[in-house]
C-alpha cells in the first residue's frame, strides 16, 4: 500500500487539496460494500462472459482472458471492468456457489 491509501484495505484517502474527492470517496465506499460483508460468486480461473455488477471471484491457478496473472487475487466486476484486489493475512470470503469460507492463509485460499 502507498501513503495514499489505508494500510489494511487499500482505501484511498483524500488528499489535500485534491480536485474531484467524490471520486475518491465512492471508491473507497466500493471497496468497503466489497469488503465489509465479504461474498464470492465461487472459485474460477476463467473470467464470466456475463458477470453482473460487483460479481466476485478468488481466482485460481492459471488464469487465462482478463485475469492472467492474477492467481489468489479477487476479481470484482465494477463500473463495467475487473478490478483485482491483492489478499492479505486472514483475509476472509463467503462463497455463495458452495456455502464456504475461504481464508488466505500463506500464499492460498484455505476452505473452512
Known sequence: MSANNTPRLGLPYIIASQAQ???THNDALNLIDLLVQ????GRTNIP???PAESDAYIVTTTATGA??????QIAWFIGGAWRFIAPFEGMWFWSAVDARDYVYHGNA????
Do not use: H
Not at 485460499?109 to 473452512?112: I, L, T
Open 67 to 72: 485475469w492472467i496473472g492474477k492467481e489468489n
Open 109 to 112: 485460499w484455505m476452505a473452512k
Open 21 to 23: 474527492k467524490e471520486v
Open 48 to 50: 464470466p462472459t456475463s
Open 38 to 41: 465479504p461474498v464470492i460468486k
